[in-house]
């Protein structure tokens, strides 16, 4: 019984890590941030980041490590923060694929505002990961 819910588990898995990694790719949001940065050189490195990072975070979700270290503030800090860019950088990368930005700033007629509600909406996304967290 528990190979068989250790391989359900492990099944479950691959196929929600496989849907936001096939997320990820359809967005091409790798490549923008690649592009934005000049460092398209250096795209394998980045999916590597990404798949390294997220297969390290399920690993310290299911076996919680304690760290008796004194920076382990700053590396929750840290954590956080880049945890808050990710999950920043796929909403606003869905929602520009969806158009959903420029539908609302038509529908309100706040053209000239675009980099505000941008900021706005990165500002807000990363003080609801710090009130989160």
């Known amino acids: 019984m528990a190979i068989l819910l250790a391989f359900i588990g492990l099944s479950c898995g691959v196929i929600t890590a496989g849907g936001i990694f096939g997320l990820i790719t359809k967005l091409r ?5 690649a592009d934005a940065t000049k460092t398209i050189d250096n795209v394998k490195t980045y999916e590597t980041a990404i798949l390294v990072g997220a297969t390290l975070g399920n690993i310290i979700y299911l076996f919680p490590i304690s ?4 920076l382990a503030n ?3 800090i840290l954590f956080i ?3 808050g860019m990710f999950v920043g950088s796929l909403a606003m990368a869905l929602s520009e694929t969806l158009n959903v930005t420029s539908v609302f700033t038509r529908r309100l007629r706040l053209h000239s505002k675009i980099e505000l509600i941008t900021i706005s909406i990165i ?7 710090f009130f989160y967290f």
């Open 29 to 33: 949001l790798i490549t923008r941030f």
């Open 67 to 70: 760290i008796d270290l004194p």
């Open 74 to 76: 700053i590396l929750f």
């Open 81 to 83: 923060f880049f945890s």
């Open 123 to 129: 500002i807000g996304k990363l003080l609801g990961s």
